[in-house]
């Protein structure tokens, strides 16, 4: 059965990069960054663009879990809250697929030391660190990376996923 990977956590947790190098281990598989869906300027959250990303994520996800060249499909993105990942998921209920969530967590001191190496403003970094609780809460499996690199977390994730 497909694998939908749904791979979250705070801006700055290295998702991105994770999920290129988890595609590139895992066979027949597919990356989708939510953030893709965001990449307006200016950047404006509101119902109307809220709404619009959500409907380009379904249908990619969707897309991709019909498409039988793909055996896992692996969709990053900040998802803080489960009604975010449930409203998401639901829409695509009438798909049959198996569903892993691995949450990407650190402590707030290697977040912020990752953060300032990418360069990120100040604002970002505090709102990451503010929402780094939201996750924690989250029924979903966690993957401290505050002492792990990118190959080391694939490694975990590969173990989670074939379970």
Not at 133 to 148: E, G, P, Q, V
Request: contains cysteine; hydrophobic residues 40%; aromatic residues 8%.
């Amino acid at each position: 059965m497909k694998k939908l990977i749904v791979v979250n956590g705070p801006n700055g947790f290295g998702k991105s990069a994770v999920c290129r190098s988890l595609k590139g281990v895992l066979n027949h598989s597919i990356c989708l960054d939510g953030d893709w869906c965001w990449m307006m300027n200016p950047w404006i959250v509101n119902d109307e663009n809220r709404a619009m990303v959500e409907n380009n994520i379904t249908y990619q996800l969707r897309n991709f879990l019909t498409n039988s060249t793909f055996e896992h499909v692996i969709f990053s993105w900040v998802l803080h809250r489960e009604e975010i990942l449930q409203g998401l998921l639901k829409r695509l209920d009438d798909l049959e697929f198996d569903t892993q969530t691995i949450t990407l967590i650190s402590s707030e001191t290697a977040l912020r030391q990752r953060m300032e190496q990418d360069h990120r403003p100040e604002e970002q970094i505090l709102s990451s660190i503010e929402r780094l609780c939201l996750y924690w809460n989250m029924r979903t499996t966690k993957i401290d990376t505050s002492s792990h690199g990118v190959d080391e977390v694939v490694e975990q994730m590969k173990l989670i996923i074939s379970q």
